[in-house]
């Protein structure tokens, strides 16, 4: 009996295709609901720290006078919890996972518009800056 | 008499996912007594509770463990709902419960997986977390996560699911039946992985109630605990019996799970044909002031959280009782008199989820 059903599943899965996909060479399915990983607008930011006090990694530290937006993505843990409370939406969530490391690092830095009251945003303040550790 | 020797059982075993260490006192090849060791993937997510916001902590409490993480984040936000005294919308009771009883399934077939592994059953090991991908699947595309959901948040829950998709996942279930039913069969029925589990590592009713054993480890004995029966979330709406077997032994723990399975299909299917309109949330304004201690059933039995505020946006204690810390003593008991061959698959038979149990 058991050995019928076994056979059954051994010869079903002979004239299927794999179930596996071979990944990196196609791409991994992705739902439009996939936590992946946080993105920034710059232009859009106001420096409100909203998502920095609520991370609950602390993995985002905004400074207001720098006019900077950092992010760690070693300690981001990808809950979207940013992306939810930011009040412009300048923060999005990307379905795609940021690639893989080998070393450390993973701070991305970028400067932002800030608020919006003491200047307009400047179209050349959208420059985003990467920095290494 | 026979000269005793100490065998060291893990913390790294090719069949333990996690590390736990057991030192095993052996006579010949027969196990006489077992001493069990934790303390080494402690990373203090308790304590953590007093720097964190109470709304935040859900994320916390959710990634204490990596495979019932879903049911963690609900039994906390119960917590602070019972304390602050918020009401939840029906639907978001209902799609707690659709995303638990998922989780469950998903944790099972993950563990028959494993189990099979540790008997060298190599193919089936394949064909149960080739199923289990298609449950991930769905809990993705609805959550957004594959095992760490990230739904559940105090007031309710983050996402809704639409209609159609609630649909698409009746239907994805059925196919999953069917194989399932081929699936178990196999457990259930192959005299290969029947005299390697009847009658291996006996438990008895009684000493599974004494030692406090909860979840599989405990209906495998044929104590009838199930804290689903108590009817938190919508569980009370819905009819379901829980899965007893009396055997004791590994083959009735293993045929606790493999049968949970469908009694977890036929949760969800009772949920989407049952499933109200509404809201999935309500706002939540405050800080909790007081205690509160909430049970439910994870994959592995029972988890008790508690949870103390003091009127402030942190926490002053957070403690869990998984289910996983209350089921090593019976595993102790469980461990004297079996042979060392049988040792990896009487410890897998309790599931242990040593993540869970350290925090």
């Given amino acids: 009996m058991a050995l019928f059903q076994m056979t059954k599943t051994v010869i079903k899965s002979l004239f299927s295709r794999p179930a596996t996909l071979m990944y990196p060479v196609n791409v991994a399915k992705k739902t439009a609901n996939t936590r992946g990983h946080v993105k920034i607008d710059p232009a859009k930011c106001i420096t409100c720290k909203m998502c920095q006090r609520k991370c609950p990694t602390q993995a985002i530290e905004v400074d207001n006078k720098e006019r900077t937006w950092q992010i760690d993505q070693m300690r981001c843990v990808v809950c979207s919890i940013c992306v939810e409370t930011c009040p412009t939406k300048c923060l999005t969530m990307d379905n795609q996972y940021r690639p893989a ?32 550790e | 008499m026979t000269k005793q020797i100490v065998v060291p059982f893990g913390p790294q075993h090719p069949v333990l996912p996690e590390p736990i260490h057991l ?78 009883e998922y989780s469950r399934m998903h944790s099972h077939l993950l563990w028959l997986g494993l189990f099979a ?22 809990m993705e595309s609805t959550t957004g996560g594959r095992v760490i959901q990230g739904v559940c948040k105090v007031g309710g829950v983050r996402k809704d699911i639409a209609p159609e998709k609630l649909d698409e996942m009746l239907k994805g279930l059925k196919g999953i039946e069917r194989e399932l039913q081929d699936l178990t069969t196999v457990f259930l029925d192959d005299s290969s992985i029947k005299n390697r589990l009847v009658g291996v590592g006996r438990l008895s009713c009684e000493d599974a109630y004494q030692l406090g054993a909860v979840g599989p480890t405990a209906r495998g004995s044929g104590v009838d605990i199930d804290l689903r029966s108590t009817g938190y979330a919508a569980y009370g709406k819905i009819n379901f019996k829980p899965v007893v077997e009396h055997g004791g032994d590994c083959y009735a723990r ?7 399975l469908f009694t977890s299909i036929d949760i969800i299917e009772q949920c989407i044909r049952k499933i109200p309109d509404g809201p999935v949330d309500v706002k939540v304004t405050g800080a909790p002031d007081g205690e509160f201690f909430a049970r439910s ?63």
């Fill in chain 2, 23 to 100: 030192d095993l006192v052996l006579e010949d090849e027969t196990v006489v007594d077992a001493i069990p060791t934790i303390g080494y993937v402690h990373r203090g997510l308790e304590k953590l509770v007093e720097k964190r916001e109470f709304t935040e902590y859900v994320f916390i409490a959710e990634r204490i463990c990596g495979i019932c993480s879903y049911i963690h984040s609900n039994t906390y936000c119960e917590c602070i709902e019972q304390i602050m005294g918020i009401e939840v919308p029906d639907r978001a009771q209902y799609l707690r419960t659709i995303w638990s």
């Fill in chain 2, 117 to 138: 592994d540790s008997m060298g059953f190599e193919s089936v090991f394949m064909n149960a977390w080739r199923l289990r991908e298609h449950l991930l699947d769905d």
């Fill in chain 2, 254 to 260: 293993c045929a606790v799970r493999a049968k949970e």
């Fill in chain 1, 101 to 132: 490391m080998t070393a450390r690092g993973g701070i991305e830095k970028f400067t932002v518009a800030g608020p919006k009251k003491k200047e307009p945003a400047p179209a050349d303040g959208a420059k985003p800056k990467e920095t290494k």
């Fill in chain 2, 297 to 359: 059933e994870q994959p592995r039995g029972e988890v008790i959280h508690y949870v103390k505020g003091n009127g402030k946006k942190n926490l002053v204690r957070h403690r869990v009782r998984t289910p996983t810390f209350t089921n090593i003593p019976p595993l102790v008991t469980l461990l004297k008199g079996v042979e060392l061959a049988d040792v990896p698959v009487v410890v897998l038979t309790i599931d242990p989820c040593i993540g869970c149990a350290e925090r």
